[in-house]
């Protein structure tokens, strides 16, 4: 898509010089009023940090933002498509993103724009009539809103029904993976896109900064690999380690720890008992380390029940706390649709943190399994009490599932509202990088190095899950340092 559009320029308000943030109207549609206000608050409000008014324009195809305040400058015009689409189109097929993309050559509509060509999910439904009325406006031929609020929310997941046999939803499914979009955050590219557009139309504003950053979580799906175990159990988790990794110098490696941990009582000797290496990284990146803890009672298929009352799981939650980490909930495989069974398992979490002298606040964490359905267990999570949630990722590639690698409010496709939750969408998952992706070492620093690197272009958290339990976890936090 290579639109030819006139580029408006004008010298700076002198308000600017007082007023480097003004109040934005945005005028547009009167279709979804929730979807349209809670993208408007996410991309322009939490992205850009201005503050914006709306005003509905019956029969208004595309959505036009000034700035009543500033007397010079002009009005911007972005595309409209998906709040457009009728109530019998809403949540179909035919309200997704038709493949191939076309790609909008951005230099069009912001003349200095260094970060090549831009995807659209969504093109214009219509475009504004060229006349005398637009003479003093710049039109953005791309549904910035319609696209950010399709991978926010994840719209696509309620119009695809294929699931893996743990219920969830395939990157392969994607259209971001499709496209061959999933490791870019085009959500976060698509509001610098808007903020740069808005500066061509009023030089001089000014718009948030999101610094860069790494953040690393811990699913403990097991605390201990040896450490007050059945010699039944240590023989049977020594025997799954080989059988995945076999070598000579590992079975010597477990043979040990198995004497020291198991049989002598050395919890320090255990195998997964990494968790000061981990939260040495994170005190090395700037950042809280997050350990998410199991509360579940019975033991499982997928998970271990473990009893985080023992003594020596109260001593772990007081060192981490006491090292300034975080202790939030990994929430059992079967909780992911039941908000009642996720309170359960919180409030013990809560009564086991305070049994240790811990008073836990403001709880987020993780499904097990990376088990997510959309929206029910945001709609859980937000019933149970919990906070934030930091799910929605695949298991099975890396990228940005939701299209972003900033925190953002979750919103309940069904019930057309926002909910009282945030999600910090996951990113890179250390069991994808080996056991789906079967990278080598160096393909794995690559891949983080790549990851990386689309974060610092945009500004947000790259957001890793390790495992306390994969033997190569200390490793790969330390290779995140290095980045």
């Not at 724009?113 to 953005?140: H, N």
């Not at 070598?247 to 198995?258: C, K, M, N, P, T």
């Not at 649709?337 to 964490?365: H, Y």
Request: hydrophobic share 40%.
């Amino acid at each position: 898509m290579t639109d030819k559009v006139a580029v408006l320029s004008a010298a700076p308000d002198p308000l600017l010089t007082s007023l480097k943030r003004p109040r934005a109207r945005v005028r547009l549609g009167t279709a979804w009023p929730n979807e349209q206000r809670y993208v408007l608050d996410v991309l322009l409000g939490e992205h850009l940090g201005l503050s914006y008014e709306i005003e509905a324009v019956p029969g208004l195809s595309w959505v036009e933002i000034d700035f009543p305040d500033i007397k010079t400058g002009c009005r911007l015009q972005v595309g409209a498509n998906l709040f457009l689409r009728p109530q019998a189109q809403w949540l179909s097929a035919s309200a997704t993103p038709v493949l191939p993309l076309e790609n909008l050559d951005c230099r069009a509509v912001v003349p200095d724009w260094e970060f090549g060509s831009i995807p659209v999910l969504f093109p214009p439904a219509s475009k504004p009539r060229v006349g005398s009325a637009e003479k003093d406006a710049l039109f953005l031929p791309v549904d910035i809103f319609g696209a950010a609020f399709f991978l926010l929310t994840r719209y696509e997941e309620l119009v695809v029904k294929g699931r893996d046999k743990h219920g969830r939803f395939c990157a392969r499914d994607s259209a971001g993976y499709r496209a061959g979009l999933l490791e870019r955050p085009l959500v976060d590219e698509y509001s610098r896109l808007l903020g740069r557009a808005l500066r061509v139309c009023v030089p001089g504003l000014e718009f948030r900064r999101h610094p860069a950053r790494i953040r690393l979580s811990h699913d403990i799906d097991h605390p201990y690999q040896f450490f007050h175990k059945s010699t039944g159990h240590m023989a049977y988790s020594a025997a799954k380690e080989l059988f995945r990794n076999p070598s000579l110098r590992r079975a010597w490696d477990l043979a040990r720890a198995g004497a020291c941990s198991g049989f002598g009582g050395d919890v320090l000797s255990d195998p997964f008992n990494s968790y000061a290496s981990l939260m040495n990284a994170g005190e090395a990146l700037g950042v809280a380390c997050e350990f998410y803890f199991m509360t579940v009672q019975r033991r499982g298929r997928y998970e271990e029940a473990y009893d985080l009352n023992k003594p020596e799981l109260q001593e772990l939650l007081r060192r981490i706390h006491g090292r300034g980490h975080v202790i939030g909930l990994h929430a059992s495989y079967d909780s992911f649709s039941s908000s009642q069974t996720l309170k359960k398992e919180l409030d013990f979490l809560l009564s086991s943190a305070r049994r240790a002298g811990v008073t836990l606040e403001a709880v987020g964490g993780r499904q097990h399994y990376l088990r997510w359905e959309n929206p029910t267990t945001w709609r859980s999570w937000e019933q149970a009490g919990l906070t934030y949630d930091t799910t929605v990722g695949f298991a099975e590639h890396v990228g940005f599932r939701c299209g972003t690698c900033r925190d953002f409010p979750a919103f309940d496709l069904l019930e057309s509202r926002k909910l009282d939750l945030r999600e910090r969408p996951l990113a890179l998952m250390d069991a994808t990088l080996k056991d789906y992706l079967k990278l080598g070492p160096e393909e794995m620093v690559n891949q983080m190095r790549n990851l990386w690197a689309a974060v610092k272009g945009v500004g947000g958290t790259l957001e890793v899950l390790i495992h306390n339990c994969n033997p190569q976890g200390p490793w790969l936090a330390r290779q995140l340092c290095s980045l």
